[in-house]
């Protein structure tokens, strides 16, 4: 079977940072294209940056450039997000996702106090 587990999440102070990982189990991840999302209570949940399969040319959305960095360790079959210089309306739950398969993980939640 196959699965996305998310960890790395947490409460942290603004200004923190945190790296968020998804690996892949049962499946290889450098062989999709996969996303970051998040969903902050009361919204919808919205794109934060992908990475391409293969070659691995990534893509952060304009509101979250040159804070959040998304890569891949293809040994660790995993792929990360890195999340800098954090805010309170960072606070949300961060999924990975595939969109060919439509796969989701079950989020880790990220808390962002003042």
């Known amino acids: 079977q196959l699965y996305l587990v998310e960890s790395g999440g947490g409460m942290v102070q603004a200004g923190d940072s945190l790296k968020l990982a998804c690996d892949g189990s049962g499946l290889t991840v450098s062989n999709y294209d996969m996303g970051w999302y998040r969903q902050a209570p009361g919204k919808e949940r919205e794109l934060v940056a992908s990475?391409?399969?293969?070659?691995?040319?990534?893509y952060v959305e304009d509101s979250f450039k040159g804070r959040f960095t998304i890569s891949r360790n293809y040994d660790k079959n995993t792929v990360y997000l890195q999340m800098t210089n954090l805010k309170t309306e960072d606070t949300a739950i961060y999924y990975c996702h595939i969109p060919s398969m439509n796969y989701w993980g079950q989020g880790t939640q990220v808390t962002v106090s003042s």
């Open positions: 990475i391409v399969r293969g070659g691995g040319d990534t």
